[in-house]
């Protein structure tokens, strides 16, 4: 069984929770910390996650920080997850 990763070491080894890109394919949000269960944050008009957001405006590195969720799931959608959308409360 492999150990659980905090954020500090996903962003680390590069290992988002889940990945999105915006429609025309320039941004990318990789996400690696969910604050709320998906229950949560559907009730939660400010519900947020810490991303890494690479987009035409940023270096290759992106900017590290929090972005809404309803901003996410607006402009983009998800290409890949490392739990096939599951996610556990802490």
């Known amino acids: 069984m492999s150990k659980k990763l905090n954020t500090s070491e996903r962003i680390k080894q590069h290992k988002p929770i889940e990945v ?11 996400v690696y910390k969910k604050y709320q269960t998906p229950a949560n944050e559907a009730k939660n008009p400010y519900a947020r996650w810490f991303c890494i957001v690479k987009t035409p405006l940023t270096s290759e590195s ?17 290409i890949s997850s490392e739990s096939g959308g599951k996610h556990k409360r802490r």
């Open 20 to 30: 999105w890109r915006s429609f025309d394919g320039t941004w990318t949000w990789e």
């Open 62 to 78: 992106g900017d590290m920080g929090d972005v809404y969720v309803e901003e996410i799931k607006r402009h983009a959608r998800k």
